[in-house]
């Protein structure tokens, strides 16, 4: 099935250092959802996205609705060691019901 | 948001036996999702259940294999049916949070390991 382009698949920084992933998709985007998945956990919702060019944030993360509708973005400022874990980015695309996946990027945090 | 529970959230099971995890909301949901999540990997659908109809499969999932129940709007049942080590899996509940928005809500998981 349809997937989206997560990227980086990986990243190991500092704490303190800030953090960017994003998402891309060849296909239109109505809404976009970050989520953050801890070790034997179910994904826990972030962010929700529904205009182009929307950009909200929750404490330290912000995310951004491209205006192209075909990516997303996620920041994370000031990186601690409970920011480890899997991020994925999901969404809807054009009039499909189902929720289209990032493969994640797993961020480890070096205190 | 929508606070959802799993039962159970790990089990260890023998080849050809059957699993039935359960599956609770807090509150009145129209739609609930079953996904199906390898290590390491991303989220796969297995089905949609809708209260008061049968569950709707996505390709490569079948209702003999993964049976679902949905008798209510808080409650849902997925049974993996005829397990092998394939099945090997975390399953994840899911469902819709407030009506009109797109978000969905996970449950914490049954991790599922066949013998």
């Known amino acids: 099935g349809q997937q989206l382009n997560q990227s980086p698949q990986s990243m190991f920084i500092q704490e303190g250092e800030d953090v960017s992933m994003n998402c891309t998709s060849s296909s239109i985007f109505n809404t976009w959802l970050w989520y953050k998945q801890d070790p034997g956990e179910g994904p826990v919702l972030l962010i929700a996205?529904?205009?182009a060019g929307e950009l909200t944030s929750n404490g330290r993360l912000t995310a951004q609705f491209g205006i192209t509708r075909k990516d997303s973005f996620l920041n994370i400022s000031a990186s601690i060691p409970s920011d480890v874990g899997i991020y994925f980015c999901a969404g809807y695309a054009g009039n499909n019901r189902k929720l289209i996946w990032g493969l994640g990027t797993s961020l480890a945090v070096n205190p | 948001s929508a606070v959802i529970s799993q039962k159970p959230s790990r089990d260890i099971c023998q080849r050809g036996t059957s699993l039935t995890i359960q599956c609770q909301v807090d509150s009145q949901v129209t739609m609930m999702f079953w996904y199906r999540q390898q290590p390491g990997q991303s989220l796969t659908l297995i089905a949609t259940?809708?209260?008061?109809?049968?569950?709707?499969?996505e390709s490569g999932f079948v209702i003999d294999k993964f049976p679902i129940s949905r008798p209510n709007l808080t409650f849902s049942t997925l049974t993996v049916s005829n397990m092998s080590p394939e099945d090997s899996s975390i399953y994840l509940c899911s469902s819709k949070g407030a009506v009109g928005t797109d978000t969905q809500y996970f449950g914490p998981g049954t991790r599922l390991t066949v013998l």
């Open positions: 259940a809708n209260q008061g109809s049968e569950a709707t499969y």
């Open positions: 996205l529904y205009k």
